[in-house]
T-cell receptor, first 110, second 113 residues
Framework: QQQVKQSPQSLIVQKGGISIINCAYE??????FPWYQQFPGKGPALLIA?????SEKKEGRFTISFNKSAKQFSLHIMDSQPGDSATYFC?????????FGAGTTVTVRA | DGGITQSPKYLFRKEGQNVTLSCEQN?????MYWYRQDPGQGLRLIYY???????QKGDIAEGYSVSREKKESFPLTVTSAQKNPTAFYLC????????????FGSGTQLSVL
């Protein structure tokens, strides 16, 4: 049972463009929604996270949009750069447990 | 530098063999976790430990075992009961057991010979 559904599976964007990744969750008890970035052969690293008491959080070129009523959240990467090429995972959870999405591989073309 | 060290980077298992993956952290974190990553799938929790000498099963604990005898160490044993062990294994830690801001190691790729 997949508790967090992530789309698309992959995307290609031109340098300077916007990358958008979407996630949907089922459990209304979830209260923590992070995004992790993973480069090949490495472990994921926390990119940005949001709590359900806000609808948007921005850190540099990365923005999370959160829609509590729709149980959806998304990551926007503005002015995408070749160094942003990586796999991005959304996650949702509370207490001691996170459920991860399947990941989105982003390729930024120069 | 503080961080999480996983070893080995690559590991091969023969049929019927138990293998142990090492995970050491010098971040002074209380909580540690083991995740399994398969291609095209998200990370799935195998085991987690909130304090020394205590650990709980995650979503896919069958065929795995762990120990937490020291705060900085959380080894994972993949037993012969795990029939599909080929995967990328990730160890992580967090300051406390709240699961916020997980710090991940660089992973161990386990393959079956």
């Amino acid at each position: 049972q997949q508790q967090v559904k992530q789309s698309p599976q992959s995307l290609i964007v031109q340098k300077g463009g916007i990358s958008i990744i979407n996630c949907a969750y089922e459990n209304t008890a979830f209260d923590y929604f992070p995004w992790y970035q993973q480069f090949p052969g490495k472990g994921p690293a926390l990119l940005i996270a949001i709590r359900p008491d806000v609808s948007e959080k921005k850190e540099g070129r990365f923005t999370i949009s959160f829609n509590k009523s729709a149980k959806q959240f998304s990551l926007h990467i503005m002015d995408s750069q070749p160094g942003d090429s990586a796999t991005y995972f959304c996650a949702a959870g509370n207490d001691y447990k996170l459920s991860f999405g399947a990941g989105t591989t982003v390729t930024v073309r120069a | 530098d503080g961080g999480i060290t996983q070893s080995p980077k690559y590991l091969f298992r023969k049929e019927g063999q138990n293998v142990t993956l090492s995970c050491e952290q010098n971040l002074n974190h209380d909580a540690m976790y083991w995740y399994r990553q398969d291609p095209g799938q998200g990370l799935r929790l195998i085991y987690y430990s909130q304090i020394v000498n205590d650990f709980q099963k995650g979503d896919i604990a069958e065929g795995y075992s762990v120990s937490r005898e020291k705060k900085e160490s959380f080894p994972l044993t993949v037993t012969s009961a795990q029939k599909n062990p080929t995967a990328f294994y990730l160890c992580a830690s967090s300051i406390s057991s709240g699961h916020e801001k997980l710090f991940f190691g660089s992973g161990t790729q386990l393959s079956v010979l």
